[in-house]
Nanobody, 122 residues
Framework: QVQLVESGGGLVQAGGSLRLSCAASVRSTYGMAWFRQAPGKEREFVAGITWSGGGTYYADSVKGRFTISRDNTKNTVDLQMNSLKAEDTAEYYC?????????????????WGQGTQVTVSS
């Protein structure tokens, strides 16, 4: 049974940092990603990583500020978020897809976590 459990969300001031972690009981060959959804908005892609960790992709809005990484020995996928802005406030979700490639739309992912809230105060 596939399970994704996010942790690490919270309240932080603008300019601060948070590190999200996803404990993933998935095959190491799965592609992984982080998405986010703000109230009244659609779920949007934030960052993705291939099964090997050798390939990553970021939304333009977070490029240079966020870093996605994975540790297949620990079955974790992390999202380091620096220089946070008020517009980063959202529920953040970990997602997995059976194919190892990175996709940008939420309907191409097969499994989802419950989400963790990130709130950035300005």
């Amino acid at each position: 049974q596939v399970q994704l459990v996010e942790s690490g969300g919270g309240l932080v001031q603008a300019g601060g940092s948070l590190r999200l972690s996803c404990a993933a009981s998935v095959r190491s060959t799965y592609g992984m990603a982080w998405f986010r959804q703000a109230p009244g908005k659609e779920r949007e892609f934030v960052a993705g990583i291939t099964w090997s960790g050798g390939g990553t992709y970021y939304a333009d809005s977070v490029k240079g500020r966020f870093t996605i990484s994975r540790d297949n020995t620990k079955n974790t996928v992390d999202l380091q978020m620096n220089s946070l802005k008020a517009e980063d406030t959202a529920e953040y979700y970990c997602a997995a897809r059976r194919n190892s490639g990175i996709r940008l739309t939420y309907n191409e992912y097969d499994y989802w976590g419950q989400g963790t809230q990130v709130t950035v105060s300005s």
